[in-house]
């Protein structure tokens, strides 16, 4: 399988929810399906963070400029605001798309270990482990959102509609 076209689908079905997401009243943010930590907005705002910082994580950072580093520390801060309202939801879209394309832009790299320091300790992880498990936590939290939604009687977004039987029709393929 080809993890540009996987990306691609991703970038796609989170652009088009996250559209129909910005045009729901105000008071669908507030949808959870069973946690009532898991509200759409904080769905929104993590799917958002999380692709930033999974391009973050696929990022040589050892040549990094100190005005570098603080660009990307303010994308991840930006990320880290959940919309306050349904049109809000047009910005968080912008964080996607960037983040995506850096994620699309980094599956072209050649494989390769990717290091982490976490408490104290190396992980190190494939490069192609980091993509594929952005593509499925994206998909994972889309479905989260939709359900969430469905709950609370928002029933306009049918996540079949963003498969990738979908995306390969819109794509023309």
Excluded at 73 to 86: G, H, S, V
Excluded at 97 to 117: H, N, T, W, Y
Excluded at 121 to 131: C, D, N, V
């Amino acid at each position: 399988m080809d993890a540009a076209k996987l990306l691609k689908h991703m970038a796609w079905a989170n652009e088009e929810i996250f559209t129909k997401v910005s045009q729901l009243p105000d008071e669908a943010l507030d949808a959870y399906a069973v946690n009532p930590e898991w509200t759409v907005r904080e769905i929104v705002r993590h799917i958002a963070s999380s692709a930033t910082w999974y391009g973050w994580r696929l990022l040589d950072k050892s040549a990094f400029t100190e005005e570098e580093s603080a660009a990307w520390q303010k994308k991840l801060d930006l990320t880290e605001i959940q919309p306050a309202t349904a049109r809000d939801v047009l910005t968080s879209i912008e964080y996607v798309k960037a983040a995506d394309a850096a994620l699309l832009a980094a599956s072209l790299l050649p494989e390769g270990d990717v290091l982490r320091e976490w408490e104290g300790r190396i992980i190190t992880r494939k490069r192609s482990t980091i993509i594929a498990q952005a593509v499925h936590h994206a998909t994972e939290h889309r479905a989260q959102l939709v359900s969430a939604l469905e709950v609370r009687g928002f029933t306009s977004i049918n996540l079949d509609d963003y498969d990738l039987w979908n995306y390969a029709d819109t794509i023309g393929e």
